[in-house]
């Protein structure tokens, strides 16, 4: 069983343009959570995706930052203008129905804005 | 200030020796974790304790939880030079839709 798996694990634009960050879940898991790591951070909740339901955006900002989890395909979080701020390591992590409590993360996409 | 704050910052012993994390947390919690990350790396699930539960191991891992003190500590002992990362304790905040709250992070630093 393959764990989570994000895409790309390295990106670099520069400023004005758009991210797209592809997170798949690990198979049968239908919660994925968008956290960010800021250099010499902790990680920040941004965002709670179901299948096709945002549940909890409360982490993430309100312009430029958009999150979705379709029916099919991966979980895309898209930031749209970045600016260097925007600079960090995107995780998800992916979550079953039947164990509500552990997070299986994946490795990351580590952002950098030019 | 945030949810999970570990402390110390950094820590740096000697291999064989036992490390000591702590890490203490503001709201009430459905279960507190610990995770490792290697540098550049994602997060290696470690242990996870419930709010009911007051220690439990893993392996060379030992972690407690005080819910009175809001406060958990990791223990791991017999140290190795492979236990170099930093450390993080995280918490499911009860009705918080099991997002979890990080705490900035431990360096744990393991001399050869």
């Known amino acids: 069983n393959a764990g989570v798996m994000q895409n790309p694990r390295h990106l670099v634009r520069r400023r004005g343009q758009e991210a797209r960050l592809r997170c798949s879940p690990m198979?049968?898991?239908?919660?994925v959570y968008w956290y960010r790591q800021l250099p010499e951070e902790g990680l920040k909740f941004m965002v709670y995706?179901?299948?096709?339901?945002?549940?909890?955006e409360s982490g993430m900002p309100k312009e430029r930052f958009s999150a979705e989890f379709p029916k099919e395909g991966p979980s895309i979080l898209r930031i749209q203008q970045v600016v260097r701020g925007d600079s960090a390591a995107y995780f998800c992590a992916s979550q079953n129905n039947r164990d509500r409590e552990t997070q299986y993360f994946g490795p990351g996409t580590r952002l950098l804005v030019l | 200030s945030q949810q999970g704050e570990e402390d110390p910052q950094a820590l740096s012993i000697q291999e064989g020796e036992n490390a000591t994390m702590n890490c203490s947390y503001k709201t009430s919690i459905n279960n507190l974790q610990w995770y490792r990350q290697n540098s550049g790396r994602g997060l290696v699930h470690l242990i996870l304790?419930?709010?009911?539960?007051r220690e439990k191991h893993s392996g060379r891992l030992r972690v407690t939880l005080d819910t009175s003190k809001k406060s958990s500590s990791l223990l791991i002992t017999a140290s190795r030079a492979a236990d170099t990362a930093s450390y993080f304790c995280?918490?499911?905040?009860?009705?918080?839709?099991?997002?979890?709250?990080f705490g900035k992070g431990i360096t744990l630093s393991v001399r050869p």
């Open positions: 995280a918490t499911d905040a009860a009705g918080a839709n099991s997002k979890l709250t």
């Open positions: 995706l179901q299948k096709e339901n945002i549940i909890d």
């Open positions: 198979k049968g898991h239908s919660h």
């Open positions: 304790i419930r709010s009911n539960e």
